[in-house]
């Protein structure tokens, strides 16, 4: 998989870019469990009271207030707050009617740094005010809260105001209260201290007669705007890093496809020969799509992922320090569970491709050779091979399935039991005024969102391998070695070019094999005249002209044109001037002209004429209505052998090469179409260099030369007659196809 990196080169730009929405959707998600904890615990318990400095408060509450106060910090409050004994401000009086009939103070602007220092200050006042106020209420009370104060409310003598008896206390004794107050206040929960604090801003501002319905509603709607606005970010964000994402790995894998398809051009035979055709298509296509698939995820998850589980553990453990333990150990269980299926499921990852290389492979085959399967009478055969393997390929299928089956339950259990825990312990911690609801809400949602970061990471490094098994296979056809390639300092033909072909001393050895096929082979071929090559099957004929355009090169020896090695000049030149008509006349799909054009796309439409009377296809092209505009199915199914022999005998026409080469191009032929055809193949083609691969003997009759192999080597090289006097070979050929009177 590493090894296709470079083909991220194009898309840093996008992939930084997804990395910078990622940060901001990650962020997004992450606020919004503290803003639902914020509702809930401000919004909904605390009516929207969010600070816990009053802004406005009574003369009288203020006054009794400051009796807790040491001298430094009643300077403070007086410094922040300002007296308003009355007022004609119509708006003031509607936000604080309680200022008609007594007076207020109203709390400044504050820095944050002058917040901070009185906060603390008020506060504790406040909840000394509250606590008092509810003795005053429900003396009953008093029992459970001997403890919260430094003197017992309930030994007061009847009558008597705690704080008149608090403004005749010596000033040591005030100072010792306070020192007690404050030591009580340090081992009491902040959570507590925060609630007691906003309870008694609230009465205090219903006392005011502050509208505490509108201060909740406008927190809760204010709150819930910045939710949606931050939901709408996300929601954008996603989409966006969706879509770079999609175009980055939809843009590598067609880079890497196209390469794929460059290099495959660029093979030999030799190269064709390691990598089956079913394999090239697999990799040019299902693992290729691995490859996309994986690099789709790594850009949403993989950066997204550790974003958010640093992100969520922060936040959570904010929320609740004593809690995180819990979400340690889910995290451990998951990651346990995601290692079993890692060891269970990647090694079936690496077999899964070949299996599919099996597929492909046997589907080729059985599509390609179906009338020979019909003419054989073994369909029930090929469907058995086929069933087989599919059946393979879908028991290792099945079983990772399966492994994914058990393990999303089992996920879900944690996730679960995980929720169940937090709540549980949420529950007690909440009961002990040490942890608030919004908080354990929050914690909640943290933890479901560090429990899907692992879990996306996890599934991650399960596919992860399937891809980089994917990513080697790309990378054996990209970096493969070609055995023919064109040469450093490469050399041009002679100008004008003639197209003589010259075998001096040719020896040639298939890759791997132990014998040469051809042995010694030295002729030459000269413009304007036709030279053939005879022999029996498998002599190594078109082994023979398959070293002439390079399909394979030379084991020893050399193959000259026009005194030129072919392995010196660079290999479009050389097949530039070769029209090359195989054995089996490929045609592709399109029409009759789009596979005449394949030669030579500005062919004039006189070319295209002359070529199909040549190659005598004058009768079938033009008996059809749509004439060159006739559709020629994938691989020229809709014609017959001849008609697609001579179709791709026309094409090579159009290219109006210097060198022709023929390798058993005729053989579909009848004798009358073949006579016809190498008769008008002399007359317009006199001056080029034609080369004849056949078995027939009436082909070749009129040769110039004619080149007779047996076991790959040269016996016999001359004209018919000369070879019926000297060669026994090209006789016996000769005579076991025609008479002594056609022969003769």
Known sequence: MLRLTKYLKPYIPLILATIVLLFIMANADLALPDYLSQIVNIGIQHNGIEDALPQAIRKTQLDQMSLFFSPQEQALVDQFYLLIEQSDDEALLEQYPALASEPIYLLEELSDTDHDLLEPIMVRGLVILQMIDQFRENPEAAPEMVDQLPFDLSQMPPGMDIF???????PAQLEQINAQINQQFETTPETLIDQMATAAIQREYEALGVNISRIQTNYILRAGAIMVAISLVAGITNVSVSYLAARTSAGVARDVRKDIFTKVETFSQQEFNKFSTASLITRATNDVTQVQQVIFMVMR????????????????IDKSPNMWWIIALAVGLLLLLIAVAFIVAVPKFKIIQNLIDRLNLVTRESLSGIMVIRAFNKQAFEEDRFDQANRDLVDVGLFINRVMAIIMPLISLIMNGLSILIIWVGASQIAQSTLQVGDMMAFLQYSTQIMFAFMMLSMLFIFLPRAAVSGDRIAEVLESENVIIDPQDPLAFPEPFRGKVEFKNVYFRYPDAEEDVLCDISFTAQPGEMTAIIGSTGCGKSTVINLIPRFFD?????????GIDVRHV?????????????????????????????ADQDASENTLHQAIEIAQAAEFVYDNPEG??????????????????????ARALVKQPPIFIFDDSFSALDFKTDSALRKALKEKTGHSTVLMVTQRVATVIGADQIIVLEDGIIVGQGTHRELMETCQTYQEIATSQLSMEELA
């Open 628 to 649: 060159l505009q006739a559709e020629i199915s994938q691989g020229g199914t809709n014609v017959s052998g001849g008609q697609k022999q001579r179709l791709s005998i």
């Open 164 to 170: 008149s008896l608090l403004e005749m206390a010596p």
């Open 301 to 316: 998850m993989a950066f997204f992922a550790p974003i958010l589980g640093i992100g969520g553990i922060i936040r959570a």
């Open 570 to 598: 660079p290999q479009h030149e050389l097949r530039e001037k070769i029209g090359y008509v195989p054995q089996q006349g490929t045609l592709f799909t399109g029409t009759v002209e789009t596979n005449l054009r394949f």
């Open 554 to 562: 030379v084991t020893r020896g050399s193959i000259l044109i026009d």
